[in-house]
Each structure stands twice: as structure tokens, then as C-alpha cells.
T-cell receptor, first 116, second 114 residues
Framework: AQTVTQSQPEMSVQEAETVTLSCTYDTSESDYYLFWYKQPPSRQMILVIRQEAYKQQNATENRFSVNFQKAAKSFSLKISDSQLGDAAMYFCAYRSASDSNYQLIWGAGTKLIIKP | ETGVTQSPTHLIKTRGQQVTLRCSSQSGHNTVSWYQQALGQGPQFIFQYYREEENGRGNFPPRFSGLQFPNYSSELNVNALELDDSALYLC?????????????FGNGTRLTVT
């Protein structure tokens, strides 16, 4: 069975600086998708960025980028120029490409604190 | 474009009771998934509905059941509530026709069982 591990329960960063959130996963599959979701106090899960495993190029979305290391099964999220609005829980999630029900498997989350 | 909406926002029930949670999917989406998120944890997959049929189920007992309606909205029903059912219940919609379609979530229903 696939698992997702986020080893940092909490991280803090000064506003305008850069922070990296860690995620590792375990799978025997070769084709899958990885996601980072943000959950602010409003409770809604918001997609931050996604990565297809077959793509070697790391995904980027404005200030958000990932470091995808397939062999190491690592998928870290880098947030540049941190803003107060980035404060939230961040969840890493995995989805098999062969799973017909598109189930997401989630890590336990990392709480990101932005210091003004 | 209308996003995913869930109702009610909060709910308090007594152990042994039954509860129904509701979800309206985002316009253009034909698939609804339900997740349970206990406090301080990541979500756990309950089940998914596509074309009004259950299309996959996580490790949840049969007292967790659901429905999907022709307009793609959905209900989650939980019978014989237990204290451990206290959690945030998240509904997510997506388009099954696109394999890498991301999930779009609602704001969840906070269920407290006393």
C-alpha cells in the first residue's frame, strides 16, 4: 500500500523569505501524480501545485515550486517570497495513475507559520 | 462558475444517531469523493460516486453510505454514530473524463458526536 510521510509537523519562516516543506512517499508504481494542497482556517483544501511522475521537469506555479526526486521518492515544496496569506496547513498527497477511483492518499500535514 | 458547497457547516449529534451530510459539486464535474479528516490528521478516503454509483471505497464500515443524484450532487449518510466519527467531512468534485483532473474541495462539515 502507498504511504505519504510529512516529517515536519510545523515550520515557521520570516515574511518575504523562502521555506521548503518536505514530503516522502512509498510506492511500487511507476506512474502516479503528486499534489500539494493548502488548508487555511476556512478548512477548504486548495490545490497549490501538482506533478506528474512521468515528467522530469519540476512543476512551478508562481512563487511555488517543487523538487521532485523520483528515485528518492521525495516531493518537497518550496515557497519563495513568503506572504502572510501563505499561513496554513500544507498537505502532500499521492494518487495512483491506475487507480480507477482516483483516491488521494495524504500525509499528516505541516503547519506553516509566517512571521511578520 | 459555482464551486463545491457543503451543508451544514457544523453539526452536533449524539452517539447512536444517524446523520446526513450534503454536497453540491462544482459545475461541469461528474464525480464526487468524500473524505474524513480527524483533528490533526490528513484526510482519509471514504468513497467516490460516479454516474450515481459507488465507484470505490476506503476502509470504512457499511454504516457509511452515500448517494449521488442526477445533477451530480451527493449525500453522505452515517448510521449508528460513534464518538470516533467526530471529524471534518470533506467533499470533493472532479471531472472523471480527464485522468489527471485535480479535486476541488468544499469547506467541509464539522461533525461532533457526543
Amino acid at each position: 500500500a502507498q504511504t505519504v510521510t510529512q516529517s515536519q509537523p510545523e515550520m515557521s519562516v520570516q515574511e518575504a523569505e523562502t521555506v521548503t516543506l518536505s514530503c516522502t512517499y512509498d510506492t511500487s508504481e511507476s506512474d502516479y501524480y503528486l499534489f500539494w494542497y493548502k488548508q487555511p482556517p476556512s478548512r477548504q483544501m486548495i490545490l497549490v501545485i501538482r506533478q506528474e511522475a512521468y515528467k522530469q521537469q519540476n512543476a512551478t506555479e508562481n512563487r511555488f515550486s517543487v523538487n521532485f526526486q523520483k528515485a528518492a521518492k521525495s516531493f518537497s515544496l518550496k515557497i519563495s517570497d513568503s506572504q502572510l496569506g501563505d499561513a496554513a496547513m500544507y498537505f502532500c498527497a499521492y494518487r495512483s495513475a491506475s487507480d480507477s477511483n482516483y483516491q488521494l492518499i495524504w500525509g499528516a500535514g505541516t503547519k506553516l507559520i509566517i512571521k511578520p | 462558475e459555482t464551486g463545491v458547497t457543503q451543508s451544514p457547516t457544523h453539526l452536533i449529534k449524539t452517539r447512536g444517531q444517524q446523520v446526513t451530510l450534503r454536497c453540491s459539486s462544482q459545475s461541469g464535474h461528474n464525480t464526487v469523493s468524500w473524505y474524513q479528516q480527524a483533528l490533526g490528521q490528513g484526510p482519509q478516503f471514504i468513497f467516490q460516486y460516479y454516474r450515481e454509483e459507488e465507484n470505490g471505497r476506503g476502509n470504512f464500515p457499511p454504516r457509511f453510505s452515500g448517494l449521488q443524484f442526477p445533477n451530480y450532487s451527493s449525500e453522505l449518510n452515517v448510521n449508528a454514530l460513534e464518538l470516533d466519527d467526530s471529524a471534518l467531512y470533506l467533499c470533493a468534485s472532479s471531472t472523471r473524463d480527464r485522468h489527471n483532473s485535480p479535486l476541488h474541495f468544499g469547506n467541509g462539515t464539522r461533525l461532533t458526536v457526543t
